[in-house]
């Protein structure tokens, strides 16, 4: 029970204190507290979105292979995108380790987990608020300033969330032509 608890206070800091807990997390050691950390929510996060899914599709298309598989996928590919991130911020002068970029992305998602389960609204607010959370998080963990911050993370977020709508856009509008296309050649 002493686990849980640590989870949840965690999580109630980074919530609500994020420049405070990141000032405590650089001296963790290592990755290991983030990476249970990580997967305690993250399972936390497809079970409230696996019931969601029941309640409002009464269970159709639930396959539990596929979370199981998907819940895997995510906790090691996860280590590609920190290794992405984590160039990023040394291009731009960041002094943070590996681990404290792994820190930074993992305790600044806890959003995400706990609202991406909320129909249309959880998924938006949970990624704006994971977003000021690593803004304020890179201040300590990278030592950029705010202004940096910002620009070295928000900016190419929003940037790769626009050009991700616009490609989505896309492919729905296009979609049909393709079709078509496929079904003429047959």
């Given at each position: 029970?002493?686990?849980?608890?640590?989870?949840?206070?965690?999580?109630?800091?980074?919530?609500?204190?994020?420049?405070?807990?990141?000032?405590?997390?650089?001296?963790?050691?290592?990755?290991?507290?983030?990476?249970?950390?990580?997967?305690?929510?993250?399972?936390?996060?497809?079970?409230?979105?696996?019931?969601?899914?029941?309640?409002?599709q009464?269970?159709?298309?639930?396959?539990?292979?596929?979370?199981?598989?998907?819940?895997?996928?995510?906790?090691l590919?996860?280590?590609?995108?920190?290794?992405?991130?984590?160039?990023?911020?040394?291009?731009?002068?960041?002094?943070?380790?590996?681990?404290?970029?792994?820190?930074?992305?993992?305790?600044?998602?806890?959003?995400?987990?706990?609202?991406?389960?909320?129909?249309?609204?959880?998924?938006?607010?949970?990624?704006?608020?994971?977003?000021?959370?690593?803004?304020?998080?890179?201040?300590?963990?990278?030592?950029?300033?705010?202004?940096?911050?910002?620009?070295?993370?928000?900016?190419?977020a929003?940037?790769?969330?626009?050009?991700?709508?616009?490609?989505?856009?896309?492919?729905?509008?296009l979609?049909?032509?393709?079709?078509?296309?496929?079904?003429?050649?047959?």
């Amino acid at each position: 029970m002493e686990f849980v608890k640590e989870i949840v206070k965690k999580a109630k800091l980074v919530l609500t204190k994020p420049k405070i807990f990141f000032e405590g997390a650089k001296k963790e050691d290592g990755i290991k507290d983030a990476f249970i950390y990580y997967a305690v929510l993250s399972l936390v996060g497809t079970i409230l979105q696996t019931l969601a899914a029941v309640v409002l599709q009464g269970g159709k298309g639930l396959n539990i292979p596929a979370l199981v598989v998907v819940y895997i996928l995510t906790l090691l590919l996860i280590f590609i995108v920190i290794a992405i991130i984590h160039v990023w911020a040394k291009i731009f002068g960041g002094t943070g380790t590996f681990v404290n970029t792994y820190q930074l992305y993992v305790y600044s998602n806890t959003p995400k987990p706990l609202l991406n389960f909320i129909p249309i609204i959880g998924p938006l607010a949970g990624s704006i608020y994971a977003l000021v959370i690593f803004v304020i998080g890179g201040t300590v963990m990278h030592k950029f300033s705010m202004k940096k911050s910002i620009l070295v993370f928000a900016v190419p977020a929003v940037i790769i969330t626009l050009l991700s709508i616009i490609l989505a856009f896309a492919f729905v509008a296009l979609l049909p032509t393709f079709l078509m296309s496929a079904a003429n050649q047959q």
